[in-house]
């Protein structure tokens, strides 16, 4: 019996899972959505909703201007962006292949992106005191080939 576990197993091993959980991540943060099954996804939205939220505890220093700062709080501010970037990097990939609409690939740094680009763009709504929910999950339908629900996990637009 699996009385008091957390997480879902997905017929695969841990390195297995970790790896796919990396990998869906990874896109999450370069595409800010996926399509995959609603168990996927549901798990999912725990990871991504954790990366997003390592960043945005920095608060203000995650977009304060190093330069204006005296030395004492320069060090303590580099210092916590450089210790959250590192636990984010644990577990996302460096770098991640996007395919453009006119077929060009570029690569993308994903940590660079979720501290430079993501996190800003929710900080007003952690300081409005809305903690979380950075994810949406859109039903969609059966699958065709095995009729496994499918679902959009994406980041919720900010106005």
């Not at 990366?51 to 004492?72: F, S």
């Amino acid at each position: 019996m699996r009385h008091k576990k957390i997480g879902r197993k997905f017929g695969r091993n841990p390195s297995h899972r970790r790896a796919m959980f990396r990998n869906m991540a990874a896109n999450v943060v370069l595409y800010e959505r996926v399509e995959t099954t609603e168990a996927k996804a549901k798990e999912m939205r725990g990871i991504v909703e954790r990366l997003l939220t390592r960043a945005l505890r920095l608060g203000d220093d995650l977009t304060v201007d190093e330069g204006k700062l005296k030395d004492a709080e320069r060090q303590r501010v580099v210092s916590a962006r450089l210790s959250a970037r590192r636990l984010v990097a644990q577990f996302l990939p460096a770098y991640g292949t996007k395919t453009n609409s006119d077929g060009t690939t570029e690569e993308v740094d994903l940590v660079k992106k979720l501290f430079e680009d993501l996190a800003p763009r929710y900080l007003p709504r952690v300081k409005a005191g809305k903690a979380g929910g950075y994810t949406r999950i859109v039903k969609l339908g059966p699958r065709r080939g095995d009729n496994a629900p499918i679902a959009i996990l994406e980041l919720i637009p900010i106005e």
